[in-house]
């Protein structure tokens, strides 16, 4: 498989909700990095236990909206969502020997437009 079919079948693993399954697309020595809280997920058996502990109201489904790749470094734009919480992922991830080495992953959050730029911007649903 090349990155971008990796990091598909990655996803597609992640829409199981069985994130132990979807581990098994992580390398051994797999980090996983969110700047905006400054953590760092080290190995798969914490990326698989940090995802099954996380809060939610149902299933998490994902819905993969753009994937972009460039040899071995791939970015996705991801909507997530377990019904009620509704998020958006966009992650870069570096793809070696079959498997996802790492990932910087940014969960940005919505904010309402400021009023001073009405005049230029139409707002979507």
Not at 33 to 46: F, L
């Given at each position: 498989m090349d990155a971008k079919e990796v990091v598909r079948a990655?996803?597609?693993?992640?829409?199981?909700?069985d994130f132990v399954a979807?581990?098994?697309?992580?390398s051994p020595d797999f980090e996983g990095?969110?700047?905006?809280?400054?953590?760092?997920?080290?190995?798969?058996?914490?990326f698989a236990a940090i995802n099954t502990a996380y809060p939610a109201s149902g299933l998490w489904r994902f819905t993969l909206k753009r994937i972009i790749a460039d040899g071995?470094?791939?970015v996705t734009d991801v909507d997530v969502t377990d019904g009620t919480v509704r998020a958006t992922a966009?992650?870069?991830?570096?793809?070696?020997?079959g498997l996802i080495r790492r990932q910087v992953e940014y969960w940005p959050d919505p904010f309402p437009a400021p009023?001073?730029?009405?005049?230029w911007v139409s707002i979507q649903p």
């Open positions: 990655f996803w597609t693993a992640m829409a199981s909700n979807a581990s098994q697309h992580l990095i969110w700047p905006q809280s400054g953590e760092v997920i080290t190995g798969r058996a914490n071995v470094e791939v966009v992650t870069f991830h570096s793809v070696a020997g009023p001073w730029r009405a005049d």
